[in-house]
């Protein structure tokens, strides 16, 4: 039996965006309470928060609700590295062949897996860790109302998570992606207390719904800089005009652009750097 979390190293900090809404949410209901004449102000102010609180849990890359890793710390920029994130497998069709991809392009890859489907493919989820991949929470379910969970929803699904993905490789996730990367002001806490890292991405490919591969690498290879995560998919990807999942058409193509730029391919982690910061 395996530990689902690790002890924080420090207490909980509420992010202050999150702080100021609940103090704008108890003085619009004092106000309101004091001045009934003025409720509607109240509840137009209470309103806007909540819109503004919605924006940020739709903007993957936002770090208004709590931390969030969308590149490589600065020293490891430097070094010209980059990092390949694949999210929503194992794919029992499409995940043995980026393995042997990333094997004959010597790339060591984060699989953010989707704990059901790991679940439902033991062994494949065991070979992505064999191979010298790193396996990551990406929920239980990858459930399409993520966004909408309270902390008890996001609690059960992450920790669930959690604890299926320890058992299959033997090793806790310390990364969590969420599904689509949406959230809302109750995921931190509980990242928190589970010992989890929130990380999003520098550039996307897009490839659950863009059948062309060109443009898949264009996305991801414009500009391409050191620091980068970037992140495509193993499931649900979409097919190319010839039937083939995108990424495998991608992968090779962006391993020699990579190349030519003298950027190189690093695990989210390593043993050298350990863990980015929160």
């Not at 060591?108 to 679940?119: D, G, H, L, R, S």
């Not at 309270?150 to 969420?178: K, M, N, S, W």
Request: hydrophobic share 45%; proline share 7%; glycine share 8%.
């Amino acid at each position: 039996m395996f530990s689902v979390s690790a002890p924080p190293d420090a207490e909980w900090a509420m992010p202050a965006l999150v702080k100021g809404s609940v103090g704008l949410h108890l003085l619009a209901a004092g106000a309101a309470a004091a001045m009934p004449q003025f409720a509607w102000w109240a509840l137009g102010s209470v309103a806007a928060n909540h819109l503004l609180l919605t924006g940020a849990g739709l903007w993957p890359r936002s770090r208004l609700l709590g931390p969030n890793i969308s590149r490589l710390p600065a020293h490891r920029a430097a070094r010209g590295e980059i990092c390949l994130t694949i999210d929503d497998g194992p794919d029992p069709q499409v995940t043995p062949a980026v393995l042997d991809l990333l094997d004959a392009e010597k790339i060591q890859a984060t699989f953010f897996c989707i704990a059901e489907q790991a679940a439902r493919h033991p062994a494949l989820t065991r070979e992505i860790v064999a191979r010298g991949h790193a396996v990551e929470n990406h929920s239980f379910r990858h459930r399409h109302d993520f966004s909408l969970l309270g902390l008890g929803g996001y609690r059960a699904e992450i920790t669930r998570a959690q604890q299926t993905l320890a058992e299959l490789t033997g090793r806790r996730p310390v990364f969590f992606r969420a599904p689509a990367g949406l959230r809302n002001p109750f995921l931190d806490p509980v990242l928190h207390q589970l010992g989890l890292r929130l990380v999003s991405w520098t550039r996307r490919g897009f490839d659950t719904r863009e059948r062309d591969p060109a443009r898949v690498l264009d996305r991801l290879t414009d500009d391409l800089a050191g620091g980068d995560i970037l992140l495509l998919h193993d499931g649900n990807a979409a097919r190319s005009a010839a039937g083939r999942p995108v990424l495998l058409e991608v992968l090779p193509q962006l391993a020699a652009r990579a190349r030519s730029r003298g950027l190189r391919w690093a695990a989210l982690a390593d043993a050298e750097t350990g863990a980015p910061s929160r």
